[in-house]
């Protein structure tokens, strides 16, 4: 029973990290679409990140 919950728990963190990863991906993406300069911070696995995009005004 515990290696399944073991197994379950790895299984949800995997899961977020990647949904988090493609996020972080497509806000950098996004942010070069409209000229501007990604600046990201993640953690271990990029379960929490901070965001910015900086955006030059001519």
């Not at 493609?22 to 696995?45: M, Q, R, W, Y």
């Amino acid at each position: 029973m515990s290696l399944l919950a073991v197994l379950g728990f790895a299984f949800v963190i995997g899961t977020q990290s990647y949904v988090q990863h493609k996020e972080v991906a497509l806000a950098k993406s996004h942010c070069h679409d409209i000229g501007g300069t990604p600046h990201v911070d993640t953690d271990f696995l990029s379960l929490k990140y901070c965001f910015d995009s900086e955006v030059k005004e001519d």
